[in-house]
């Protein structure tokens, strides 16, 4: 499809009003306590606000009356304020109000001075990110690409991804985004040797079935894993394919109305070392190595906001 083409609206949103009001006195965040010793696992949807398959996986937790075994489940939906801006006309333009939610989890930012939407939501979440020992953050993609892990680049993390299973793909990151702090890298999930997992998943294009399905089951898979639920409860089984691992390099925010690629991209497309990827006005964006695959293409570049994710295959 070219740039501006609209994807198919197979899955849309539904009102959530009636998930306002949960139990722990933070709009749209529902807390469930075992009354066992076990960890406690935040399952966070509605990061941005168009990619809704988090918002399936978590109603449907809270529809089907999914309660831990041990431990505590908290479930949470991020940012209803973008998700109730949605327009199906413009299907990509309620990813975020001002700030990139996704992005303002430093300290610094949310200790700041600063404004926004995203930063008040961001402040209001900090106790329930915090609580948690390992977190999963659902989210989706503009291009219908395979789904994919993205995680920081640490032992505990990676092996709890590999044992959910799910997506075969797996994006590490070793020094974080280069754009901001992600809500998988707040404090204390962010500090070297956290004893907990912080894991996103990125379930396919936005507005797919397939993309809901993926969030489901790897929602599932992550509560069994960490012993909240039965493995047999997982939708389709636990599947563990194996990782085909992938190192950030670089991360590129569009700085000119003129950003654009050589040719149309919709990920996992690779490049020679030096070969061209993309202009931005008078910069070039070139492939810092052989086999360099490219995650993530923006589908409509606006400046200020990432344009293309650059990384290096890892051998298995």
Do not use: K
């Amino acid at each position: 499809m070219t740039v501006l083409d609209l994807p198919p609206l197979e899955v849309l949103p539904r009102d959530l009003s009636a998930y306002r009001q949960g139990n722990t006195g933070i709009d749209y965040v529902h807390r469930f306590d075992s009354g066992r010793p076990g960890p406690h696992v935040l399952i966070n949807a509605l990061t941005h606000g168009n990619e809704i398959c988090g918002m399936v996986a978590a109603t449907r937790l809270l529809d089907e009356g999914v309660r831990p075994r041990i431990g505590t489940l908290t479930v949470s939906f991020a940012h209803v304020e973008a998700y109730n801006a949605f327009d199906p006309a413009q299907p990509f333009a309620n990813r975020q109000m001002v700030d990139n939610l996704n992005r303002v989890w430093s300290a610094a930012q949310l200790d700041g001075p600063g404004d926004s939407p995203e930063l008040r939501r961001a402040r209001a979440l900090r106790p329930v990110v915090a609580a948690a020992d390992h977190v999963l953050d659902i989210h989706s993609t503009s291009q219908p690409v395979a789904p994919f892990w993205v995680y920081p680049d640490t032992p505990g993390n990676a092996a709890v991804a590999l044992a959910v299973g799910g997506p075969a793909i797996h994006l590490l990151m070793s020094d974080g985004l280069g754009t901001g702090t992600p809500l998988i890298q707040c404090a204390p999930h962010g500090r070297a040797g956290a004893p907990g997992a912080a894991l996103v998943v990125e379930c396919g294009q936005h507005f797919a079935q397939s993309a809901a399905d993926t969030a489901v089951a790897t929602t599932w898979a992550f509560l069994a894993h960490c012993g909240l639920i039965d493995a047999d409860a997982v939708p389709g089984g636990v599947v563990r394919p194996a990782a085909h691992r992938y190192a950030l390099l670089e991360t590129f925010v569009v700085q000119t109305p003129d950003f654009a690629f050589v040719r149309p991209l919709v990920g996992f497309e690779t490049f020679a070392r030096g070969e061209l990827i993309a202009t931005d006005g008078p910069h070039r964006i070139v492939s810092p190595c052989d086999g360099c695959t490219v995650f993530m293409p923006t589908r409509e570049p606006i400046v200020g906001r990432e344009g293309v994710y650059l990384t290096r295959p890892l051998q298995a």
